[in-house]
């Protein structure tokens, strides 16, 4: 099992830049592949990123690409998410989430592990 916190959310201005850091712990972070995913008031949740477990390959939705970038440092067992050129619609709760099995995955059901979330607002 992982417990994971994320961190890092606030108020920005929109073209703003914020870092987002999912810290875990429990099992070998090493040994999960790994996923952001945001909720805005009153949507579903949906897809941002994912890493494998390496950290060798990536995956976006196509809503971020060229603005976020998301990376990890296994020795740290940290998650990291890179989010530039912030737009108003970027506002959401942001989660990090776990996953056993290999492979990068865009669906909730996917992950395994959730962490609490970290609210970012961007305003225009």
């Known amino acids: 099992q992982v417990q994971l916190v994320e961190s890092g959310g606030g108020l920005v201005q929109a073209g703003g830049s914020l870092r987002l850091s999912c810290a875990a712990s429990?099992?070998?972070?090493?040994?999960?592949?790994m996923g952001w995913f945001r909720q805005a008031p009153g949507k579903e949740r949906e897809f941002v990123a994912a890493?494998?477990?390496?950290?060798?390959?990536?995956n976006y939705a196509n809503s971020v690409k060229g603005r976020f970038t998301i990376s990890r440092d296994n020795a740290k067992s940290t998650l990291y998410l890179q989010m530039n050129t912030l737009k108003p619609e970027d506002t959401a709760v942001y989660y990090c989430?776990?996953?056993?099995?290999?492979?990068?995955?865009?669906?909730?059901?996917?992950?395994?592990?959730w962490g609490q979330g970290t609210q970012v607002a961007v305003s225009s």
């Open positions: 429990g099992r070998t972070f090493g040994s999960y592949a």
């Open positions: 989430a776990a996953r056993a099995a290999a492979g990068l995955r865009v669906g909730i059901t996917d992950y395994d592990y």
């Open positions: 890493i494998t477990s390496s950290g060798g390959s990536t």
